[in-house]
T-cell receptor
């Protein structure tokens, strides 16, 4: 897969605040997937985006795929302590999946 | 109960020894993957296989070997040539390897080489 850069690497928020993580690529992405890894756990699939400008929502989570398909974002509204973990974006191309470095979210109650 | 199983959860080995990590899936998935994760870092792809009897090197294949003799199994051998083998190893599978399909991960094996 093509290299994707994720920012920020770490984010500390107060419970109830919003949180956003961004994935950026220098080349057009065929698709992007988002995963969440809880501390000590394994990555769990959240969603896949394929279409230009696509927006998908899962309760307090909103996922966007840029118009040029070079960037994506995950926004969490009103964070809760259960949101803690590392959020990864990945791109899969020709069978090869490449993870970004992830954004680690900590939530202060 | 369908899923992907890695064993063991924790593994200790002496330096210079080869060690094989097990990964089995009963999801009938064609594609399987091995990743390495170091503390505070992302996942790096070691090897991947899109179909039985075929596999490709990922980004950090040196010092590792794999086989894919059966669809449900994709064992990873960490050889003595791997200079820094202590890490968390994750195996994953997906319905097909061409993308656009969700990957399911095992619980991981934490390997410590002393």
């Amino acid at each position: 897969g093509q290299q994707v850069m994720q920012i920020p690497q770490y984010q500390h928020v107060q419970e109830g605040e919003d949180f956003t993580t961004y994935c950026n690529s220098s080349t057009t992405l065929s698709n992007i997937q988002w995963y969440k890894q809880r501390p000590g756990g394994h990555p769990v699939f959240l969603i896949q985006l394929v279409k230009s400008g696509e927006v998908k929502k899962q309760k307090r989570l909103t996922f966007q795929f840029g118009e040029a398909k070079k960037n994506s974002s995950l926004h969490i509204t009103a964070t809760q302590t259960t949101d803690v973990g590392t959020y990864f974006c990945i791109n899969t191309n020709a069978g090869k999946s490449t993870f970004g470095d992830g954004t680690t979210l900590t939530v202060k109650p | 109960d369908g899923g992907i199983t890695q064993s063991p959860k924790y593994l200790f080995r002496k330096e210079g020894q080869n060690v094989t990590l097990s990964c089995e899936q009963n999801l009938n998935h064609d594609a399987m993957y091995w990743y390495r994760q170091d503390p505070g870092q992302g996942l790096r792809l070691i090897y991947y296989s899109q179909i039985v009897n075929d596999f490709q090197k990922g980004d950090i294949a040196e010092g590792y070997s794999v086989s894919r003799e059966k669809k449900e199994s994709f064992p990873l051998t960490v050889t003595s040539a791997q200079k820094n083998p202590t890490a968390f190893y994750l195996c994953a599978s997906s319905r097909r390897g061409g993308g656009n399909t969700e990957a399911f991960f095992g619980q991981g094996t934490r390997l410590t080489v002393v």
